[in-house]
C-alpha cells in the first residue's frame, strides 16, 4: 500500500500476479515515467485513484498489460485536474488486455480534464486486445456531476455501461490537453468494441455523433439508453450477433450497418 502523501512513480517494471494486490491511496495515483511498464496477471488486485502519464521529457513508450485480475480507479479527486482518471494519451505508449477487468468508477472531478474517465491514444498497431472488461459504473461524486466522458484510439474487448444509484452518461468526447505538457490530446474516435457492449441500470451511452462498432452482442437493458445522434452503429462480427433493446434507443437509430468482418 502506498500511502496519502505522494504518488506512486513508475520508471521501470512493476508486476502484480497470483493473489498479490497493489494499493494507492494517493491523490495523484499512479504516474507513469517514459518507459514504464506495468502488468496485472491471474487473480492479482491494482487500485489507484488514477493512473497518468507525467511531464518527464523524452518519448514516452510505457505500456499497461492485463491478462488477468483486476484493475480499479477509483477516481481523480483531483490529484491533477489536467489529467483523466485513466490516461495513457501518448501514442508511444501501448494499451494490451487480454483477460480481467479494467473498472473506472468516475470521472475527473475538477479541472480541464473534468469529467473524462478513459482516454487512450496509443497507436493501435502497438496495442493487442484479444479479451477482458473495461466497467464503467460511473458512481457520483457526493451528487454531483454525473457526466463521464470516454475516448480511445484503440479498440475494447468488452464494455459495460451502467449507473449507481442514480442515472448517468457516459459520452464519447475528444480530449484536450490545454496546454498541459504531461499528456497529449486525443482527438474524438469511433467506439470501437471488438465483443460485447452492454449498456444496464440507468446507465446511457452518448455516441456523440461518433460511429459505434460492435462485434459481439449489443445489449440495452432495461432503463438504459443508446443516443447515437447522426452516427452510424455498425455490427461487424464474424459469426452470429445478438441486438437486444430493453430499454431505450434515443432517436432511433440513424444508420444501421450489418458488415462481416
Known amino acids: 500500500t502506498v500511502g496519502t502523501c505522494f504518488s506512486l512513480y513508475v520508471h521501470g517494471d512493476i508486476k ?49 498489460t492485463i491478462n488477468g485480475g483486476t484493475f480499479i480507479l477509483t477516481g481523480n479527486d483531483p490529484g491533477k485536474g489536467d489529467f483523466p482518471t485513466f490516461g495513457l494519451t501518448y501514442s508511444n505508449s501501448s494499451f494490451n488486455m487480454s ?29 493487442s486486445i484479444t479479451g477482458g472488461t473495461v466497467k464503467l459504473p460511473c458512481a457520483n461524486w457526493n451528487g454531483n456531476n454525473k457526466r463521464v466522458y470516454i475516448n480511445s484510439t484503440v479498440p475494447l474487448w468488452n464494455l459495460e455501461i451502467e ?10 468526447m475528444g480530449f484536450d490537453n490545454h ?37 459481439g452482442n449489443f445489449t440495452i437493458n432495461n432503463t438504459a439508453t443508446y443516443t447515437p445522434g447522426n452516427n452510424t452503429t455498425i455490427f461487424n462480427g464474424s459469426s452470429v450477433q445478438n441486438f437486444t433493446n430493453s430499454g431505450t434507443v434515443t432517436n432511433g437509430l440513424n444508420n444501421l450497418t450489418l458488415a462481416e468482418n
Request: charged letters at 15%; glycine letters at 12%; hydrophobic letters at 35%.
Open 179 to 215: 496546454g498541459n505538457g504531461g499528456c497529449e490530446d486525443v482527438p474524438i474516435s469511433s467506439l470501437v468494441v471488438l465483443n460485447n457492449l452492454t449498456i444496464s441500470n440507468r446507465g446511457t451511452l452518448n455516441a456523440n455523433g461518433q460511429n459505434v462498432y460492435v462485434g
Open 99 to 127: 483477460g480481467g477487468e479494467l473498472i473506472i468508477n468516475r470521472g475527473t472531478r475538477t479541472g480541464n480534464a473534468e469529467c473524462h474517465a478513459l482516454v487512450i491514444g496509443s497507436n493501435p498497431d502497438n496495442c
Open 16 to 64: 502484480v500476479s497470483s493473489t498479490g494486490k497493489l494499493y494507492v491511496a494517493t491523490n495523484e495515483g499512479i504516474v507513469y515515467r517514459t518507459t514504464a511498464n506495468m502488468t496485472l496477471d491471474d487473480e492479482g488486485l491494482i487500485e489507484s485513484t488514477m493512473l497518468r502519464t507525467s511531464m518527464a521529457a523524452g518519448t514516452h513508450m510505457g505500456s499497461l
Open 163 to 172: 449507473a449507481d444509484a442514480t442515472a448517468n452518461t457516459v459520452t464519447i
